[in-house]
C-alpha cells in the first residue's frame, strides 16, 4: 500500500480557546494536531500524554471523553488556547508550520482571572 504525501495546507484553529471567567491557569499550545481538528477539541491523539499528566496534576481520574475533560479542565480552572490562530501546516508537523497569524489572547485575558 503506497502512503498518500503529505502536502502543505493553510488552515485556521477552527474550534477557539476553552476557558471560564473563574480559570486561573492559561496552557498554551502551538496548532491543533490532525486528531484534535477531527475532534474539535485539544490533544485528541489518543497516545498523547496531555491528559494523564493534567489528571495526575489535578489528582483526578484520567478524562476520556470531551465532557470529562471539560469538567476537569473548569474545576481545576484550567483554559487551553494556542499561540497560533492560523498557519501553513503539513499533517501535525510543528516543525513544517509557517506563514503563522498569532492569536490574540487578548479576550480570554480581559475575562478570565
Known amino acids: 500500500m503506497n502512503a498518500v504525501p503529505l ?4 488552515l485556521e484553529h477552527g474550534f477557539g480557546a476553552f476557558y471560564r471567567p ?10 491543533p494536531s490532525v486528531k484534535s481538528r477531527e475532534a474539535c ?5 489518543p497516545q498523547n500524554r496531555f ?4 489528571a ?15 469538567q476537569l479542565l473548569s474545576a481545576n480552572g484550567i483554559a487551553l488556547y494556542d499561540v497560533i490562530e492560523s498557519c ?3 499533517g501535525s508537523s510543528d516543525s513544517s508550520i509557517d506563514d503563522v497569524v498569532v492569536t490574540d489572547l487578548s479576550p480570554i485575558l480581559a475575562e478570565a482571572q
Do not use: N
Open 7 to 10: 502536502r502543505s495546507q493553510r
Open 22 to 31: 473563574d480559570s486561573r491557569i492559561l496552557i498554551l499550545g502551538s496548532f
Open 41 to 45: 477539541f485539544y490533544y485528541g491523539h
Open 51 to 54: 491528559w494523564p499528566v493534567i
Open 56 to 70: 495526575a496534576l489535578c489528582r483526578a481520574p484520567c478524562p476520556k471523553t470531551r465532557e470529562e475533560k471539560e
Open 88 to 90: 501553513t501546516i503539513m
